[in-house]
């Protein structure tokens, strides 16, 4: 329903969308996206649609949303930008939240464009690619995580 309304209220977009969706890239046969769905603008530039839907119950959910997207889902758009190649992405988000008895629904949408993102998108590259390699040769990860 999110993807309809999606469409409805940005019509300069064509929304596609096909049930149990896998895109491959063959520069990097270790990745894949399932998109939520996928934009033509009316440029003829490709895109990516990615909906979220959350129930925040607790003050600091509402931290991971405040002035940004949280930072699992910022990852998945970079990943999805680089198994698709395409030129943009938008995340749709309806935020649901209860203020004593009543249910808050929020929606808000965010936009990217790739060009804006390709020093995060190769950070992203790179670590994926680490990861592979140490899945590859059998190297198992630190018992103890570095600090970020």
Same mark, same amino acid.
Not at 73 to 81: M, R
Not at 111 to 139: C, N, P
């Given at each position: 329903?999110?993807? *309809?309304?999606? *469409?409805?209220?940005? @019509? /300069?977009?064509? %929304? ?5 969706? !896998? ?5 990097? @046969?270790? !990745?894949? *996206? ?15 649609? $990615? ?18 997207? @949280? ?10 930008? *680089? ?15 209860? #203020? ?7 929606? #808000?949408?965010?936009?990217? $464009?790739? $060009? /804006? ?17 140490? %899945?590859?040769?059998?190297? #198992? @990860? ?7």
């Amino acid at each position: 329903h999110l993807r *309809a309304l999606f *469409a409805l209220d940005f @019509p /300069e977009y064509e %929304v596609e969308y096909l049930e149990n969706n !896998m895109f491959l890239n063959s520069k990097y @046969p270790w !990745m894949h *996206a399932s998109l939520d769905g996928w934009l033509t603008d009316r440029q003829g530039r490709r895109g990516i649609l $990615e909906i979220k839907t959350s129930n925040i119950l607790q003050g600091s959910q509402w931290e991971k949303w405040n002035g940004q997207v @949280p930072i699992n889902y910022y990852c998945q758009i970079l990943h999805y930008l *680089a198994v698709t190649d395409y030129k943009f992405a938008v995340l749709k988000a309806q935020l649901k939240s209860w #203020r004593g008895d009543e249910l808050h629904i929020e929606t #808000r949408c965010y936009f990217w $464009e790739r $060009e /804006e993102l390709e020093d995060d998108i190769k950070t992203l590259l790179d670590a994926e690619r680490k990861f592979w390699e140490r %899945v590859e040769s059998g190297q #198992r @990860p630190a018992l103890i995580l570095p600090s970020i």
